[in-house]
């Protein structure tokens, strides 16, 4: 049996369900008879989503959209960083989403610091864009898990490698 159990506090998302919600998105939008004329079109980079179409108002209904169609598919909302809203040619806007993902350095330190306070038997490493959390007891590590889930956080948590 091992003498130490851990699991890593990481931040990420499942592409092709990011994917499945955006090809969702364009589905509706083009059926929606007051969003059918407008042109929309999102279009995923690698870490973007960029999101073209002809007012303010039809970029709201397509960001309505979007969400539901990400919660649906257990997407946090918490991936998207919405960059403001630009005009394009044509009296167009483009507005840029930033999807999240790792956990920044301040949050790991805020993380570890929260486990260090307030479990002292337990260690917590920043490896990179992931935080392991290491102890003897794998109840300890679940007291851990329940007391994260608690707090509020600006990133999506995820516990892996729970072991």
């Known amino acids: 049996m091992a003498s130490n159990f851990s699991f ?16 969702q998105t364009m589905r509706e939008v083009q059926s929606r008879y007051d969003l059918k004329d407008t042109k929309t079109t999102l279009d995923l980079g690698e870490s973007t989503i960029t999101i073209s ?35 394009a040619s044509g009296n167009r806007v483009r507005q840029e989403i930033t999807l999240q993902k790792g ?7 805020q993380i570890s610091k929260l ?5 002292k038997k337990v260690q917590a490493s920043i490896q990179g864009d992931a935080v392991r959390v290491s102890a003897k ?9 329940q007391r994260l889930k608690q707090e509020e956080y600006p990133a999506a948590l995820q516990f892996t490698n729970y072991r």
């Not at 303010?56 to 959209?65: C, G, R, S």
């Not at 486990?115 to 479990?119: P, V």
């Not at 007891?137 to 898990?145: G, T």
Request: proline share 0%; glycine share 2%.
């Open 53 to 87: 179409t002809d007012s303010e108002f039809t970029l709201q209904a397509v960001h309505t959209i979007l969400q539901t169609k990400a919660a649906k598919r257990n997407l946090s909302l918490k991936i998207f960083d919405y960059g403001k809203i630009e005009s």
């Open 115 to 119: 486990i260090r306070d307030e479990f």
């Open 103 to 109: 956990i920044s350095a301040e949050l790991g330190k």
């Open 8 to 23: 890593d506090i990481v931040s990420d998302f499942d592409r092709q369900e990011l994917v499945n919600a955006i090809d």
């Open 137 to 145: 007891s794998k109840d300890e590590l679940q007291a851990i898990i």
